[in-house]
C-alpha cells in the first residue's frame, strides 16, 4: 500500500529544505519517530493520540499549514488511526513500570522520613503536651533537690510591710522543669514548655531549676543573667535583702 501521508509529510520537510534534526531540535521529538512517520511504521508509538500529537509538532516544525493538511488527508490519517490502535510496544511498557516503581520508591522514602520528623520536632520543641502530666509525676522525684533551711523561710513581714517588692516574670526557651515557693507557700510545680510565660510577685520567691539554660528571668524589670547548666536542680532565692546582689552577678 502507497504511503500516502508519510509521503505528503517528508514533501512538507524537504521543500522547506528541514532536516528531521532540525525538526527533532525545535519539537523534541526523537528522530526516530520522525522517520517512523515518513515511513508510516505508527506500531512504533504508544497510541493514536501521539501518532496525531507528533503529526501535528512536524507540521508546525516545517512551518506547513497543520488545518489544511488534516483536511486534505483526515480520511486516509482516520484509517491508519484505526490500523495503529495497537499494543504498546516493549519499550514503552517498560517505561510504564519504571515510573511506577519511581512513585513507590518516594512514597516509601516519605514513610521512612515520617519518624525522622517526628523526633526532630520533638528535640526542637519539646514533649507534647500529654507528656506534660506524666513529665510532672516524676520529674520531681528524679531531681536532687537541695535541702531548704529555715533562715531561707524567714517570715514575709520581715521584709515588707506595705507591698510585695518582688515582681518576677518568668519566660521559657526549653522545656524546664521547676518549683516554685512564695515564702513557705508552693506556688507552682510542673514542667513549662517553650514559650510559655509565669509571673508571680512576693516578699521573697524561691525557684528550684532543673534546667536552668532555658529559663529567662527578669525581677523587677531587670533580667538575671548568671544561670549555667547544672548536674543537680538550682534552688535560687531571692528577696529584698540580696536582689541587688543577684541582679550583679
Not at 37 to 61: M, T
Not at 180 to 189: C, D, I, N, S, T
Request: charged share 20%; aromatic share 12%; net charge positive.
Amino acid at each position: 500500500m502507497e504511503k500516502v501521508l508519510g509521503q505528503a509529510l517528508r514533501k512538507e520537510r524537504e521543500s522547506r529544505g528541514v532536516s528531521l534534526a532540525d525538526i527533532a531540535v525545535e519539537t523534541r521529538i526523537g528522530t526516530r519517530f520522525l522517520q517512523a512517520l515518513e515511513d508510516e511504521e505508527f506500531d512504533q508509538f504508544p497510541g493514536k493520540f501521539y501518532i496525531h500529537y507528533y503529526i501535528k509538532n512536524y507540521l508546525k516544525a516545517c512551518g506547513a499549514d497543520e488545518t489544511a493538511f488534516f483536511n486534505t488527508y483526515q480520511s486516509y490519517l482516520q484509517t491508519v488511526m484505526r490500523k495503529a490502535d495497537v499494543t504498546p510496544p516493549d519499550q514503552f511498557i517498560h517505561k510504564m513500570n519504571y515510573s511506577k516503581f519511581k512513585k513507590s520508591r518516594k512514597l516509601l522514602m516519605g514513610i521512612m522520613l515520617l519518624p525522622a520528623l517526628g523526633l526532630s520536632a520533638y528535640l526542637l520543641l519539646g514533649p507534647p503536651r500529654w507528656l506534660d502530666r506524666i513529665a510532672s509525676g516524676w520529674s520531681a522525684g528524679a531531681i536532687a533537690i537541695p535541702a531548704f533551711s529555715s533562715y531561707l523561710l524567714q517570715p514575709e513581714a520581715d521584709y515588707c510591710l506595705t507591698g510585695a517588692p518582688l515582681a518576677a516574670r518568668l519566660g521559657f526557651q526549653a522545656p524546664c522543669w521547676l518549683q516554685l515557693w512564695r515564702g513557705g507557700q508552693k506556688v507552682a510545680e510542673r514542667t513549662f514548655r517553650p514559650g510559655d510565660v509565669f509571673e508571680l510577685d512576693g516578699y521573697q520567691l524561691t525557684l528550684v531549676i532543673a534546667n536552668p539554660p532555658a529559663l529567662r528571668l527578669s525581677i523587677n524589670g531587670r533580667e538575671v543573667t548568671y544561670f549555667r547548666s547544672s548536674p543537680t536542680a538550682l534552688k535560687l532565692v531571692v528577696n529584698p535583702g540580696n536582689l541587688q546582689e543577684i541582679l550583679q552577678r
